[in-house]
């Protein structure tokens, strides 16, 4: 059975024409600094976004890392999001791997942090603290249901973090989501930001990898943490190629994902037993709950679905993330409203 898969934009395989590009392209030992594809996909990444240079990971998990890492010793803090990939998901690799702690302040449902909740993180100079290093946002924000920030907000916490001499992460996974979602460039979100992470894998379909940016002094240092790390990869060119035709060719088209999860939020809004968190979608996810009617759970809901060819992620008891992403055409998403008319009946 071929499945509708709404898991995540992280399932999207490569195109025909990223296997075509990854099996022709021009290769050397990256950790020497000598693959031109990854050289060239760098550039192509830190210019979209207004950096100077850019570091070629293996994941943004591996990226926000490095991030973290590049700015942060021991015993410093970075204050983040409760809801930030970073704090839910990235198995704790700052603290453990790095020893920084996190000042974790509310997310609000915007996805923001209150400016005054990050004055008020901001550690003074006393010996009982630890040092506050760094800032980071999330744009999108997945876990505030794919949520844009807007470069004004942006630009208050870079402001901010200016005005206390903190350095300023995003961690923007989908960061191209957020810019054509607003109709705005990525530049105008990433500028107020010292350090910027961009996922390739996610709804730009390429098969691995993500790119750090920031300062050429940033990504210097950035490139020996990531060879701690074990990220320094030789012949990296096969995975690069995929992420230049991403980036050629998969950008502009995230707002046919954007269309049609309003497409699908359409069709689910109807459906008794099915709630649709308000506001939703915002960018390519929708998120959306049982009502207490349903005496399936969140778990046996999606088991039903994927009997009939629809898989989508489970986040909570009774709640559900679907994500949109070039595999998923006007037809599938026809296939999961039936499929959960079907299993909500
Ligand atoms: C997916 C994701 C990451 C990194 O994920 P990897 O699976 O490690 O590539 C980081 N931040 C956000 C917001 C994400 O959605």
């Given at each position: 059975m071929k499945f509708v898969d709404l898991?995540?934009?992280?399932v999207t395989e490569p195109t025909p024409e990223m296997r075509e590009a990854m099996a022709q392209a021009k290769v050397g030992d990256d950790v020497y600094g000598e693959d031109p594809t990854v050289n060239r996909l760098e550039e192509l990444v830190a210019n979209s976004i207004g950096k100077e240079a850019g570091l070629f990971v293996p994941s943004g998990t591996m990226s926000n890392l490095v991030a973290i890492l590049a700015q942060c010793g021991r015993g410093d803090e970075v204050i983040l999001g409760d809801k930030a990939h970073t704090v839910?998901?990235?198995?704790g690799g700052i603290s453990a791997l790095g020893g920084i702690h996190s000042r974790q302040i509310p997310n609000q449902p915007d996805g923001t942090l209150d400016l005054l909740d990050i004055i008020g993180a901001i550690r003074s100079d006393d010996y009982h603290y630890p040092p506050t290093r760094l800032v980071s946002l999330e744009n999108t924000h997945n876990r505030c249901g794919g949520v844009v920030l807007s470069a004004a907000y942006t630009r208050s916490v870079g402001d901010l973090a200016k005005q206390y001499e903190l350095k300023f992460h995003i961690d923007g996974a989908r960061l191209f989501n957020a810019a054509i979602a607003q109709g705005v460039q990525a530049k105008d979100l990433a500028s107020p930001a010292d350090s910027v992470s961009i996922c390739l894998?996610?709804?730009?379909?390429?098969?691995v990898g993500s790119v750090l940016c920031g300062s050429a002094d940033f990504i210097h240092q950035a490139r020996r943490i990531r060879k701690q790390l074990?990220?320094?990869?030789?012949?990296a060119g096969v995975l690069a190629a995929a992420g230049i035709v991403a980036m050629e060719t998969m950008v502009d088209r995230l707002a046919e994902d954007h269309q049609r999860a309003r497409l699908l939020a359409d069709g689910l809004k109807?459906?008794?037993g099915l709630i649709l968190d308000p506001?939703?979608?915002?960018?390519?996810m929708i998120f959306c709950g049982l009502t207490?009617?349903?005496?399936?759970?969140g778990k046996e809901t999606a088991e039903r679905l994927s009997e009939l060819g629809v898989k989508i992620g489970v986040?909570?008891?009774r709640r559900f993330r679907l994500v949109l992403h070039y595999w998923i055409d006007d037809a599938d998403v026809e296939k999961t409203v039936d499929a959960f008319r079907n299993v909500l009946a």
């Open positions: 898991r995540s934009d992280t839910l998901f990235e198995a894998s996610k709804g730009l379909c390429a098969p074990g990220g320094g990869m030789r012949q109807h459906i008794p506001g939703t979608p915002h960018t390519n207490d009617q349903i005496r399936l759970d986040v909570a008891e």
